[in-house]
């Protein structure tokens, strides 16, 4: 089966200062990845000015571009906008949902969504209590049923779940202890070890560690700029998973 070859990258909270600066960071990609995937927080406060940013910097690139949005993304509520814009330049914006791609022969499906919090097994938030509380709980689980439906749905050569929040918390050490919950939630990776997954992106923590992995076995990777200190990170997909 054909390997693949993913970029990826999260938080580049992009702002008018740095307009043409990620662009010219991406040049020569196509030689190197037959995808990129993007890991939510793309730009600084949501603002609609920065999504249109964010559409031109990531638009037009030889190879496909798959997005997810994050946190501050969300900030100004114009998150539908922000997708929309992203969509007009031809990047696909994942809510929840699925695509699939074929790359040199290979079909990829990719499974994605902001995901969101609640903490982990253990140490992790539960629906009981105040409305508030079971509210919070309530949503991840909503996003993580999504993404089991939405994954038992490809038959394709390669699966791959991509998110802003962690599935796991392995990859957000060097975060405080206080915010993991508001960091990622168990649930996602309880998700995809139920029905199965190559890989799994995600951004959001800062401080935190690039690999980790499910209870499952599913290779887990923290993609946030400052963690790769780089303008992406490669991986591979292959059947042997040798790379």
């Not at 903490?119 to 709980?137: L, P, Q, T, Y």
């Not at 990776?189 to 029905?195: H, R």
Request: aromatic letters at 6%; one cysteine or more.
């Amino acid at each position: 089966m054909t390997e693949l070859r993913i970029a990826a990258v999260g938080d580049v909270h992009l702002g008018e200062d740095v307009r043409g600066q990620y662009r010219a960071r991406l040049t020569g990609l196509e030689g190197r990845a037959d995808v990129l995937l993007l890991a939510g927080d793309l730009t600084r406060h949501g603002t609609l000015a920065e999504g249109r940013l964010v559409a031109e910097e990531f638009r037009d690139l030889p190879i496909p571009v798959v997005a997810v949005l994050g946190n501050h993304d969300y900030h100004s509520d114009l998150q539908y906008e922000i997708m929309s814009e992203m969509r007009d330049h031809g990047i696909i914006v994942l809510d929840d949902d699925a695509v699939v791609i074929t790359c040199r022969g290979a079909r990829l499906g990719v499974v994605g969504g902001k995901g969101f919090g609640g903490g982990f097994a253990g140490k992790c938030a539960s629906e009981f209590g105040e409305r508030e509380i079971k509210g919070f709980v309530s949503h991840t689980r909503s996003i993580a049923d999504s993404w089991q439906r939405a994954l038992k749905e490809l038959d394709t050569d390669y699966k791959i779940v991509l998110s802003h929040y962690s599935p796991v918390k392995e990859t957000l050490e060097g975060e405080p202890l206080e915010i993991y919950p508001f960091l990622g939630s168990y649930l996602l990776a309880e998700a995809v070890d139920t029905v199965g997954a190559d890989l799994i992106f995600h951004g959001h923590a800062h401080k935190g560690s690039e690999k980790g992995m499910t209870p499952g076995g599913i290779r887990v990777r923290n993609v946030a700029l400052p963690v790769l200190g780089r303008a992406y990170g490669l991986y591979c997909l292959s059947e042997h998973d040798s790379c």
